[in-house]
C-alpha cells in the first residue's frame, strides 16, 4: 500500500506538471476515478479462452471490490483518434479463483492488490463520429502486486465513455491482465468511474477552443469558428465591410437605406433611392444631372446648362449658347444671324451714293447725317457682317489726285459709322479713284453717278 500512495502521488504530479504544455489543445487530458473489481477466474489451463469462461465473466462472487475509490488513472490525448494513460489500482482479495473439483471461490486471507498499468487506447467513437457514445480498444502492460509478490502483465482493455456533457462522462471498462510469472495468476479487472476530460484553453472565453478559434482574442461564434459579428447581421467582422452596423450580405455587410443597392456608405444620396451611376442620387428627368443639381429636374436639359434646356431666344432654331445673333431671328447658316440680302444691299448703297461731301475736299456735310444714320441701323441688323466702305470719283483732274481723294472719303465714311457705334472689326476702307466708273464721265450727270461711295457686303 506504501508503493501504491507513491504511485498515485507521482501520477498526480505528471498530471499538473504536463498540463501547463497542453493548453494549445483542445482538452487533451483526461482523469478517471472510480473502483475496480478483480477477477481471478481466469487461470489455470486455457485461460483466458477456455470454454467457460464467458459464463464466469459475469459471475460477481469470484470478484473482489473494495467499496471506496480504488482506481485512477490519467491520459493524454496523442492524435488521430489514440491516447495514452497511467493508472494506478489497489483492492483486498478474499477469493483467488476457483474450487477445480467443486467449482466454487476460492477463499484466501485478506490480501493487498495494488497495479500500476500504462496503456495505448484507440477510441473508436471518434473514428464513427459518436460525440456521446465512446467505445474503444487498449493494450498495454504494467507490474501488479499481491503482498509482496509482484509480476509484469500484459494487458487488453475494452471499454466504453458515456459523455453527459463536454467535459463529463462515465467510464466503464474490462481489462484483461497476462501474468509472466507463474505466481500471478491471469486474471480480469474491472472498473466503473467518472471521466473528466480538460487542459483545453480558450483565452477568449467564448466557449471556443484556442485550437479551433480563428480569432482566440476576441469572443466570437461558433459558426464564425469564434470569430466575432459584432453587428449580428450574419457576417463575421472580418469580411463585413461595416462591422458596426447591420448591413445586407451583397453589400458585404453595409446596409441600404433607401434599397437601391447602393451602400449608404457609397452612397451620396443615401435616404433617396438613385441611380448607381450618379452615386445613388435620383435624375427624375434622366438627363444626367441628379436632382439635387437640376435646376430644371423635371425637364431633361444639358449639364452644362445646369441640366436645363438650351434657351432659343429668337426662335430661329439656333440655341442661344450656338447664336452669335441670339436676339435677333437670323438662320442656321449663318449661325443664327440674319444674312444680307441683295436687297438689302441694294438699298444699302443707294443710301451710300447720297452721302454728301465738300468740294474736292473730303468732309462730309452736315446734311447727310440722317442718311448716315439709316445706314448704322442697317449696319447694326447684321452684327456679324462685314462691310467695306468703297470711295468712288469722276475722271476730271489728275489720277493721282482722284485717288487719294477717293481713299480719304472712304475713310472719312468709315470713321463716322465707328464714331457712331459699329463695330471697327466690321469695316474696311479702300479708294478706287476713277478706276471704276458706273457712267459716262463725258456728261455733267454722269460724272455726278461716278463721284460716291458704296458700302459692299464682304462675302
Known sequence: MKNLSRLLFAMLLVLVCS?????DKNNPWQINI?????????????????ETIFSKFVDTDNWNVLPSLSTITVSKYIG????????GSLNKIENWGEDPTTGEALPVDDLSYYAADGTIKYNVGEALDWKTFEPFLGVGGGYTWIDEVGAGTLNGTLGVNLWFSENIGLTIQSSYKHAFEDYLNTHFQHSVGIAIKFGGADADDD????????????PGLEAFNG???????????????CPNEAGLAELNGCPDSDGDGIADKDDKCPTVAGLKSLGGCPDADGDGVTDAEDKCPNTPGAAANNGCPWPDTDGDGVLDKDDKCPDVVGTVANNGCPEVTEE??????????????????STIKSQSESV??????????YPTATFTVEGHTDSIGRESTNQKLSEARANSVKDYLISHGVDTSRLSAIGYGESKPIDTNKSRSGRANNRRVEINLVK
Open 80 to 87: 488521430d483518434g489514440f491516447s495514452f494513460g497511467i493508472g
Open 207 to 218: 466557449g471556443i477552443y484556442d485550437k479551433d478559434d480563428a480569432c482566440p482574442d476576441v
Open 227 to 241: 470569430c466575432p459579428d459584432t453587428d449580428a447581421d450574419g457576417i463575421e467582422d472580418s469580411k463585413d465591410s
Open 19 to 23: 498540463n501547463a504544455n497542453a493548453q
Open 34 to 50: 472510480g473502483v475496480n473489481a478483480v477477477d481471478a477466474y481466469p487461470s489455470g489451463d486455457g485461460a483466458p479462452f477456455s
Open 344 to 361: 438689302v444691299q441694294k438699298t444699302l448703297n443707294e443710301y451710300a451714293k447720297t452721302i454728301l461731301f465738300d468740294t474736292g475736299r
Open 372 to 381: 448716315l444714320e439709316d445706314i448704322i441701323k442697317i449696319l447694326n441688323e
